[in-house]
């Protein structure tokens, strides 16, 4: 069993910035890949950045790209989300997910990841 939690979420002004951060029980060279989603009130769960164990591959939504950064510290099992330049549209729920090994779907896709923290708010507002 893979236990994540995430911290760091909060209220900021647009235009600010947050480090997201998300603690694994378990080491994170293992896993396939390891991703961050968000989910605003009403709306679906989407991809926002992903990072794959192999060579490091790294993809972003479009809506964040540029402005958000996704690394990984493998001797802390932490994985973070660096969100500079907020504006209130990323306002939402923000969520790291945890992919046990390869399977023929997009890096968005929800279905494909086997664990999940309980998320950290993050409110972007004037």
């Known amino acids: 069993q893979v236990q994540l939690v995430e911290s760091g979420g909060g209220s900021v002004q647009p235009g600010g910035s947050l480090r997201l951060s998300c603690v694994a029980s378990v080491s994170l060279d293992r896993p396939y890949s390891m991703a961050w989603f968000r989910q605003a009130p009403e709306k679906e769960r989407e991809g926002v950045a992903v990072?794959?164990?192999?060579?490091?591959?790294?993809y972003y939504a479009d809506s964040v790209k540029g402005r958000f950064t996704i690394t990984l510290d493998n001797a802390k099992n932490t994985l973070y989300l660096q969100m500079d330049s907020l504006k209130p549209e990323d306002t939402a729920m923000y969520y790291c997910?945890?992919?046990?090994?390869?399977?023929?779907?997009?890096?968005?896709?929800?279905?494909?990841?086997?664990?999940w923290g309980q998320g950290t708010q993050v409110t972007v507002s004037s």
């Open positions: 997910a945890y992919k046990q090994a390869y399977s023929d779907s997009w890096w968005y896709d929800v279905r494909a990841y086997n664990y």
């Open positions: 990072r794959y164990r192999i060579g490091g591959l790294i």
